[in-house]
Structure formats: structure tokens, C-alpha cells
């Protein structure tokens, strides 16, 4: 997926096809144009761990319910190691719907549904990593359910 669709492309697709099929909650909000736009890079600086905690859920607002893209990016340096082995490190690449997040200093994590774009709903967690004020590493792990589980514990 190096080439010209990255994971956030593949997402937004993802979100328009399923539409009210995520977690059966209403439409995806329409994405803000200014998202078409490279968005500007983070600048580090010192920020207490309080204040880290306030940028994480900023960020996660901005990603993941209003879902402006290049306003969540601006708490990202601009040379973000990106863990996903589909997509590349940086602000170019990178995230839908939250059913849990939370935010202990340096690290937050989001967790959503992704229902329609595999057979069975996908859980999705998504890590970052701040220093200072800004997010400098990201990890997701992404787990289809089984169609045939033995567990009877739910992924969501």
C-alpha cells in the first residue's frame, strides 16, 4: 500500500462506503476541505503532563469525531514513526469511531469498530507516543473477529 492510497485514504473510503454500518451509529460527519491541504507539522516544546493529556484528546476529537484531518495532524511532528506495516512514517499517512480512549502521560490510545470492511467487524487500537506537546510515534493493531470463535468474550 506504498503507492498512492495510504491508510488514512483507505479509511476515509472505508467510512464512506459503510456509512451507518460503523457500530451502527449515524453517517460519518463529511471530512473538512482544508483536510485536502498537507497539514503543518507539530513544533515540540515542553509541556506538562497534564497539558500532554489535554493535546491527546484534542487530537482524538479532531481525528476521530469531527474528523478534520489536518487539524489532528498539527499535533504531530512532521516525522512521525508510523509502526503500521502498511503505510510509511510520517504526517503523509495514518485513522473512525471511538468506543474507549484514554491518556496516561506520554502514551494515549483510542479503540473503535470498523464494521463492513472485512466479513466479520474489525476492532481497531490506535497508540501515540508525545514528547512534549506533540505526538512522535504511532502503533495500531488491527483484529478481525473470527467468523468461528471459540472465545465467547466480545472483541468491542
Same mark, same amino acid.
Given at each position: 500500500?506504498?503507492?498512492?492510497?495510504?491508510?488514512?485514504?483507505?479509511?476515509?473510503?472505508?467510512?464512506?462506503?459503510?456509512?451507518?454500518?460503523?457500530?451502527?451509529?449515524?453517517?460519518?460527519?463529511?471530512?473538512?476541505?482544508?483536510?485536502?491541504?498537507?497539514?503543518?507539522?507539530?513544533?515540540?516544546?515542553?509541556?506538562?503532563?497534564?497539558?500532554?493529556?489535554?493535546?491527546?484528546?484534542?487530537?482524538?476529537?479532531? +481525528?476521530?469525531? /469531527?474528523?478534520?484531518?489536518?487539524?489532528?495532524?498539527? #499535533?504531530?511532528?512532521? =516525522?512521525?514513526? *508510523?509502526?503500521? @506495516?502498511?503505510?510509511?512514517?510520517?504526517?503523509?499517512?495514518?485513522?473512525?469511531?471511538? +468506543?474507549?480512549? /484514554?491518556?496516561?502521560?506520554?502514551?494515549?490510545?483510542? #479503540?473503535?469498530?470498523? =464494521?463492513?470492511? *472485512?466479513?466479520? @467487524?474489525?476492532?481497531?487500537?490506535?497508540?501515540?507516543?508525545?514528547?512534549?506537546?506533540?505526538?512522535?510515534?504511532?502503533?495500531?493493531?488491527?483484529?478481525?473477529?473470527?467468523?468461528?470463535?471459540?472465545?465467547?468474550?466480545?472483541?468491542?
Amino acid at each position: 500500500m506504498r503507492a498512492s492510497i495510504t491508510l488514512l485514504s483507505a479509511l476515509f473510503l472505508i467510512l464512506t462506503l459503510t456509512g451507518p454500518a460503523l457500530a451502527g451509529e449515524h453517517p460519518p460527519k463529511p471530512t473538512n476541505s482544508s483536510d485536502t491541504t498537507p497539514p503543518r507539522p507539530c513544533i515540540l516544546h515542553s509541556v506538562s503532563p497534564h497539558q500532554q493529556e489535554e493535546i491527546f484528546y484534542t487530537l482524538v476529537d479532531a +481525528l476521530y469525531v /469531527a474528523r478534520t484531518v489536518s487539524e489532528a495532524y498539527t #499535533h504531530f511532528v512532521e =516525522d512521525f514513526i *508510523n509502526h503500521n @506495516p502498511a503505510t510509511v512514517d510520517g504526517i503523509a499517512s495514518s485513522f473512525a469511531l471511538i +468506543l474507549h480512549q /484514554a491518556f496516561a502521560a506520554p502514551y494515549g490510545w483510542v #479503540h473503535y469498530r470498523i =464494521d463492513g470492511f *472485512n466479513p466479520e @467487524p474489525t476492532a481497531v487500537v490506535d497508540v501515540f507516543q508525545f514528547n512534549g506537546s506533540c505526538v512522535v510515534e504511532h502503533w495500531d493493531i488491527i483484529q478481525e473477529r473470527p467468523v468461528n470463535s471459540t472465545s465467547l468474550h466480545p472483541l468491542f
